[in-house]
């Protein structure tokens, strides 16, 4: 049996798990989350945890064991805590500045600007040269990190670009002299 997907999900104080035909709808401080999950795979909460059971040790169902437990504690930590991912800005002249909340104005060296608005759910924030993606969906906020870090990838010879904080860019050298 699935390791992953026969551990039980404990429900913090204030968290509501409301299961109706493979939708999970989890409400909780933070907000509220609503997914499907595949056919065949059931729910039910049970002593204020979420017990998640496949119909048979069938390959897809095994597979789908363990995502949707995943995907259920995601939700269950996304309307607790929420997630946040940090990206840094690396190059002179390179900055970002958040505009209401709402639309993020980056510098990455292009002869323009660039503006970018946050999805339903998302907030950005901004101090020096990090930037914070917030939200309680891991899905997004991690979708939204990237399509970020794709505006201005690292580049290999001098590290300018958009990173991860605590990535670490693999360095190359640049040309030499000739004789």
Do not use: C, W
Request: cysteine-free; aromatic content about 6%.
């Amino acid at each position: 049996m699935s390791r992953i997907g026969k551990k039980p999900i404990p429900l913090p104080n204030g968290v509501t798990v409301d299961i109706k035909d493979n939708v999970i709808t989890v409400k909780g401080p933070k907000g509220e989350l609503v997914k499907s999950f595949p056919e065949g795979i059931t729910a039910k909460t049970e002593n204020n945890e979420v017990i998640v059971e496949r119909p048979s040790d069938e390959k897809k169902y095994r597979a789908y064991h363990g995502l949707t437990r995943a995907l259920i504690a995601n939700m269950v930590v996304g309307v607790t805590e929420g997630y946040e991912i940090a990206l840094q800005i690396v190059g002179v002249g390179f900055q970002g500045e958040v505009r209401g909340n709402k639309r993020l104005l980056l510098s990455l060296g292009f002869s323009h600007q660039i503006l970018m608005d946050a999805p339903e759910g998302i907030q950005f924030s901004v101090a020096r040269d990090i930037i914070k993606v917030t939200g309680i969906d891991k899905q997004k906020v991690g979708e939204i990190a990237a399509q970020i870090r794709k505006l201005r990838k690292p580049e290999p010879y001098k590290g300018k670009g958009i990173r991860y904080v605590g990535e670490q860019i693999q360095r190359k050298a640049g040309k030499t002299a000739g004789a």
